[in-house]
Every structure is written in C-alpha cells, then in structure tokens.
C-alpha cells in the first residue's frame, strides 16, 4: 500500500472526493492546468506467484510552445486530494516513455502517451553474470539479484525474500532468460511476485496485510467466488510426465502450485521441493473482482484488503489487477487463476528417479519410436519402444471404445445452488426479526443446457415453511412464530425425464439452516455532554474586510459575513464574522469572431451512454434528462442524430469542495485569463494559436468548475458558465448536505428532516413541514410557541421569569441590566 499521511486516510472516508494529477519530468512540475487526459495505471499479473508484471500508463498534455520532449526520460506520476487546505499527492510510479509510446497532435498542440511502462522495460535484456559457479561453488539469492540490480543501477527495496539467503547450485539458465526472467524465477520459487514499487525500487513481494477495509459505499459493483487456498506443490518440466509432488499422500482434494522449468530448482527438484513447498503450501487467495472503485490508487500489487459485500459480510482479498478506468475510479481484482491438474498416479515423490521419454517420428515408414530414458542414483537405462501406423489404428480404435464407455458414465443430469447454507437473524427467543422469504436459486443442467426440474423439499421446521418455483428455493418465517431447532438440514431432491428417451433421473440437494441468536444487552453507555444553542449571524459589507457592515443588503454589498456563536446577541465587530464575495468582477470583454457565424450548443440525454433516451410523450428523442449528458457546439441550428458527435459525461458523479476556496480560485482565474488576454494581443495572430490557446485553457476552466459546481459539464459548458460568474456573480451555492445560498436567500434544510430556515433580505423563518414556526422581519418578531428557559425581557425594563413552583413574576428591573 502507499504511503499516505493518516490525515489523508480520513479524507478518504468522505462520499465524495475529487482526485488531482501531477506529472513530474527532470524536476519540473506538470498540474492539471496543462495535463490534458489525466494517467490513467494498469498493473496486472497473470499469475498468483511468479510473475514479473509491467506497470503502464496513459495520459495526455498540451504543449503550446512545442518545447515538450519526454522520449527516454522517467515521468513521475503522481494523484492526490485536497487534505486540509492544501493538496497531498502520493506518487503512483515511475515510467519512461519511447519513440513508438509518444504521438503529436500539432493542430491541437498536445502529445499523447499510450502503454508508457514503467522500470520494468530495462530488465528486458539478456542475462549475463560474474559469478564464479566453478568447483561446485554456490550463490545465495541475494547475490544473484543484487548483481542484477548494481549492473543495472537499480534500487533492490527489500533484502528478505524468501530465498535471500539460499545457497544455489549452479542454476539451468536458458540462453534465452533475461534479468526479467531471472528475478521472475527467484520470485516463484518462493511464493511471490517482482513489481517496481511507486517509487521506482525493485521489491521481490509476498502478501502485505494492509490492515485497510473497503466499505461498500466506495464501489459500485462487486463480484466474488470463493477461497482458494493451496495444499499441492509440483516441480516440473514442459512436455515431460515426470513431475515432483509434495506432499507424496494427502488426504484432501488436491489444490496444486504448478511449477515448470523454473531454472533454480529444474537440475535439484527433489533436494529442493520441501524448501519450495515451506514458502507455498498455505498461500491462499479469493477470487474477485470490483468495479467503479474510489481509492483505487492507494494500493499495489500482492496487497491484501479487507472487502465488505452488500450484505455486510467481509472477506480477504489479494489485490493483482489494478486499472484506473476514470480520472476518479479504478478496477481492482484477483482473477482466477488456470487450473492445472498432474497425473499424480505418473509423478513422482520427492525422493524418486528422473524418467525423460523423447518421441522420433518417421513419417515416410509411418513408425514412432519413443527413446525412454531411466536415470536414477547410479544407472542410466535407455529403452527404444518402435509402433507402426498399424498398431497405432488399433490403440485408436480401442480408446474410441473406451470413451464411448465412458460418456455412457458421465453425469448427465446435474443441479448448482446458489448457496447451501441459509442464516436466519432472530432474537434471544428464536424469533425472527421480521417477516421475510428467503430465496436459493438453482440450476439445473442436463447434457450441457439448462433445464427446469422437478423439486421435492423434504423436511419439516416449526416457524419456517419451505417451498419452490421454476428457479428458487423460498424459505419463509414470520416475526411471530419461534423457530424451533437452532441448526437443521432440509434435503431438496431435483428430478427430470428425458423426453427422448424416457430415462428419468434424480439428484439430492442438503441446504443447511442456522439460526443467528441475538446476544445479551450491553452496558448502558455514559450520558452525552450537556448540548450548547448555537447562533448563526450574517452582515453585509461593500468592503472585503467587512468595515463597515450593515444587516440588510444593498446593492453596493458585495460581500457577506457571517459568524456562530454561543450568545444570543450578534457579534458587533466585523472581525467576529468571516467574510466572502458574493459578486464577481466583471468579466473580460470575449474575441471578435472570425465572420460572425452563429455557434449552437446542442444537448442531448443518454440512460447508458451508449443510446439516446427513447422519444415518448411528444419529448425528442434524446431531450429526456438522464444520468448522461452529451454536448457539442457547431452552426447549424439542427441537432445532430449520431450519438458519437457529442462529448459525453456521467453527471452522476458529484464532487464535494470547501466553498471557503471559492473566492481564491475566482481570483486565481480572473489573472490567468488576464495574463491569456495579453499573452493572445502580443504574441498570437492566426486563428489556428488563438484556438490553441483556448484549447490549452479548457482543462484549468474545467477544474475550476469542479470547485464550485455539483456537476461534472463539458468543456464549451465550463466556458459558458465561467463567463456567466465572472459577469454576474454565482448564481447559486450548494453544499453536499443540501444547504443553498442564492438569488432566495439562505436555505438550510436537509432532504428528509422536518425543519427548514430561510434567511434573505426580507428577514429570518424557521418552519416545520412548510408552516412557519418562527419570523423576524421588518413586522417583528412572531412564532408559534417560545420557551424561554430562565426569563423573558420585554422592552427596556420588564422582565418575566418563573418564580416559584407555581407563580410567574413580572419585575421592573430598570437600566440596562
């Protein structure tokens, strides 16, 4: 996992978040304002232990002064979220792009990258090394990977590998193995992977407990089987049946590591495979997958997470893809890996003989002859074995028969459940908590295809009634009635004719039921702290310091203060209040057109983002708004109908800012287009730099955009709008828990709750369901009900108060006390 501040980790937890990417080539800083396409990381191994995968990334930047050259130099990328005020960004690797990664676009002046690989791609070289293996010397593991390392000037970031410490014989390296192959074979010996970290280091890596849990509220889409976990270690050779298992017996079903031709052990698999299977007998992993993943770019390979389903359960996952498919969201699963299966009556154990069989074919005699070759501790046995074309007929025609034999064997008729235990959530008293149906469904498969068969539920459960349809089981209890057995099986027998033959046949089912009991109450926790009012003040001022203030707006405020406190009196300094622009500065005067051609925005909908939405009800077809919005801007008048002529965008996707950095960023803007305007009038004439300028400036727009907005729009949409808030003001403010300020006023209300208040230039109104509870306005003040805690002052010298149990006083109380 990536290191990251604890700060960080907290921000994570929040809903929403909105990642910020940072390029950094030969100590020069590349933000967003210029990163076009932000990287986009892949990082996939193929293979549970022994792989060495490369890490790649995409992106894409604009470069207005063509001055740009990245080729053969190493990119640091990086992504990162605001953290108090200020952005922390965790670098995601190291990668150095080629000639053939690389293309221009000079018209819109951006370079583009694509399958940029990371560190990885300076491995791919021929293996060669200086050490001795002379008079039957040996080499640790850390020697042979270190050489590698110091020949290629790369960092090793851990020294305690599984076999660090090893002495190797002489390994059987092909001519062929590169330093990749090399470090990729050490790797699998001992039930790891080799990546290069984010920070560019080489790390032979076994499993890392991140001790992090993914809750479901951070994906989408999650899709997992269950746990594999290994038993089985075999040594072995391509294209040879003479494979080396450990254990020798084992009385489970065997769940094996297949490894061939690993160099290290190929020579000594019988002296080595106990010290193999030390490292991967136990290893486990689950297969998964999950879609649409926030935090992705927290994590690497090989680490392990905890996962949270949709109904709150959890299990270990080992993370071996990553993909960002988003500026914001990612990929991460561990697919399952392909099965391989040793003929364990042919292998041999750990303290047999080698046997090597090579296979000569002579087709002008049609003959083979297999050349068998027995070697154990002090022989050599050699026996030549010739069959003609003849002899192999007859072996073919009797293993047709044999099959024949056995297809008559195979099961035909089977059923898969959805699950075989059921968990029933119940009281102390072995009620249950609600009325519910529980559904299995099955599958039924005869020949391959699926059938619908027959179900017979046998057994009898007070408090629960089973039954069946075409495709579940149901299992139904009510709140009222006590289950009576905490833990019982139902058998479920699934029958079916074949409609050909007449042959019927059966298959019997067990679903297990266990009843989850509520536990003991626990202790009472302790009393909260006595709760405090708050107040919530708000002034105007035509001044950014807030000198002087007035309670009612006017046209010549342009900002607004405002303060909380614990005193039911309003704070008289403006230094109590914290002050923010509610009008823009008036926006630049925009470029001449080129011949006054008019430009139309066209908006289209889409519910998948692939089709427009269907024409009904008199609305276009494409005009009903939906999770997705395409935009495009030409001069013809029409809309196009061709669904990839708009830029498409997800408004899905919500994005949650501080609105105390609203101003900052406003002002930040307001220069950038200055310095753009000046830089346009001096140093640009032709409309192809005017257009690259602008193109340049879409994405700084863009992110400003985010600020402020709940919407995610298109760039021409961002260009529209920000001139509209330069011009005008914001229109509207809304915060991620539904409060508004706009053109109304103040509103904090929360979807769902019953109180609402308003505050704008007519006055205050707290109401309860839309009937108003309280006013202050220029009539005064009113309200249903008032409770005043201690006493009720009335003008300048009355006051009322309880007195005692039973009386009320009224006092004269004079001054201003």
Not at 525 to 551: C, E, I, L
Not at 736 to 759: M, P, Q, R, V, W
Request: aromatic fraction near 8%; glycine fraction near 6%; charge should be negative.
């Amino acid at each position: 996992m990536i290191s990251s501040s604890n700060a960080y980790k907290n921000q994570l937890n929040l809903n929403a978040i909105s990642p910020k990417s940072k390029i950094v080539v030969d100590g020069v800083e590349y933000l967003g304002d210029v990163i076009k396409d932000a990287p986009k990381i892949k990082h996939s191994s193929t293979k549970f232990i022994g792989t060495f995968p490369v890490k790649t990334v995409n992106f894409s930047i604009y470069d207005l002064e063509n001055e740009l050259d990245f080729e053969n130099k190493e990119i640091e990328v990086y992504k990162g979220i605001v953290v108090n005020n200020s952005i922390e960004y965790l670098k995601q690797g190291i990668f150095i792009p080629r000639a053939s990664d690389i293309k221009t676009n000079i018209s819109e002046r951006t370079i583009s990258f694509t399958n940029v690989q990371d560190r990885t791609q300076l491995l791919e070289t021929a293996y060669t090394s200086q050490l001795d293996w002379n008079n039957n010397q040996t080499h640790t593991g850390l020697e042979i990977i270190q050489e590698i390392c110091t020949r290629k000037n790369i960092t090793l970031k851990n020294t305690d590998f599984a076999f660090a410490d090893y002495d190797f014989k002489q390994p059987n390296f092909s001519e062929t193995i590169t330093d990749r192959g090399v470090i990729a074979a050490m790797a699998e010996i001992g039930g790891e992977i080799a990546i290069f970290d984010s920070n560019g280091e080489l790390e032979i890596k076994s499993k890392y407990n991140t001790n992090h849990t993914i809750q479901r509220k951070k994906y989408e889409k999650l899709s997992y089987e269950k746990l594999i976990t290994i038993n089985t270690v075999v040594l072995g050779r391509n294209g040879i049946n003479n494979d080396i298992v450990y254990p020798e017996t084992i009385e489970t079903e065997r769940v094996e590591a297949k490894i061939l031709d690993n160099p290290f052990v190929d020579l000594y698999r019988e002296e080595m495979i106990e010290d193999v299977a030390e490292h991967i007998i136990g290893l486990s992993y689950t297969p998964f997958q999950i879609d649409g993943f926030v935090d992705g770019y927290m994590y690497e390979l090989n680490d392990s997470v905890t996962i949270v389903d949709k109904n709150n359960n959890t299990f270990e996952a080992i993370i071996l893809d990553l993909e960002n498919t988003s500026r914001i969201k990612s990929k991460i699963s561990a697919p399952k890996q392909d099965n391989t299966k040793t003929e364990y009556n042919l292998a041999g154990s750990n303290k047999e003989s080698i046997n090597q069989v090579k296979l000569d074919v002579d087709h002008i005699n049609q003959e083979i002859t297999a050349l068998a070759e027995d070697v154990s501790e002090n022989t050599r046995d050699i026996a030549t074995v010739t069959q003609t074309a003849n002899q192999i007929r007859q072996e073919v025609n009797r293993t047709e028969q044999r099959v024949e034999d056995l297809a008559d064997s195979i099961e035909l008729f089977s059923v898969d459940l959805a699950q075989e235990n059921l968990v029933i959530s119940t009281d102390k008293n072995s009620k249950p908590y609600n009325d519910a149906t529980y559904n299995i469904n099955y599958y039924g498969y005869f020949k391959g295809t699926q059938i619908t068969p027959s179900v017979s539920i046998s057994g009898s459960q007070t408090g629960i009634t089973a039954s069946s349809d075409s495709t579940k089981l149901m299992f139904t209890v009510s709140n009222l009635t006590a289950i009576a057995n905490k833990t019982f099986t139902y058998d479920v027998a699934f029958s079916y004719t074949d409609t050909d033959t007449g042959t019927s046949y059966s298959v019997l089912k067990k679903v297990m039921v266990t009843l989850a009991l509520q536990g003991e109450t626990g202790p009472a926790g302790q009393n909260g702290a006595d709760g405090t009012s708050t107040y919530f003040y708000v002034r105007y001022s035509k001044n950014a310091s807030g000198n002087p203030m007035v309670v009612t707006p006017t046209s010549e405020t342009e900002y607004m203060g405002v303060a909380t406190t614990t005193s039911p009196t309003a704070p008289t300094s403006y230094s109590a209040y914290t002050w923010s622009k509610t009008k823009g500065a008036q926006g630049i005067q925009g470029p001449s057109g080129e011949d006054g051609t008019s430009s139309y925005l066209h908006i289209k909908w889409s519910e998948d983002g692939e089709t427009f939405t269907p024409a009904e009800d008199g609305v276009p077809e494409g005009k009903t708004p939906a999770r997705w919005q395409g935009t495009y801007v030409d001069t013809n008048p029409t809309d196009s109908t061709v669904f990839s002529d708009y830029d498409w965008v997800d408004t899905s996707i919500y994005v949650q800012e501080e609105l105390n950095g609203l101003q900052n960023e406003i002002n930040q803007s307001n220069a950038n287009i200055s310095d753009i305007r000046t830089d346009l009038h001096n140093n640009y004439s032709t409309t192809e730099e005017i257009n690259a300028i602008q193109s340049h400036n879409e994405e700084s727009i863009n992110q400003l955009k985010e600020e402020y907005a709940t919407l995610q729009q298109t760039s021409n949409q961002v260009q529209i709008q920000i001139g509209s808030i330069l011009s005008n003001g914001v229109n509207k403010i809304t915060t991620a828990t539904g409060y508004t300020f706009d053109e109304n006023g103040l509103n904090i209300s929360k979807t769902g709750t019953e109180i609402s208040n308003t505050l704008d230039n007519t006055g205050m109104y707290v109401r309860r369901n839309n009937e108003e509870m309280l006013g202050a306005d220029t009539t005064g003040v009113r309200g249903i009900n008032f409770w005043a805690k201690k006493y009720l002052r009335i003008g300048t010298n009355s006051r009322l108060e309880d007195y005692k149990t039973t009386r009320t006083g009224c006092f004269y109380v004079g001054g201003d006390n």
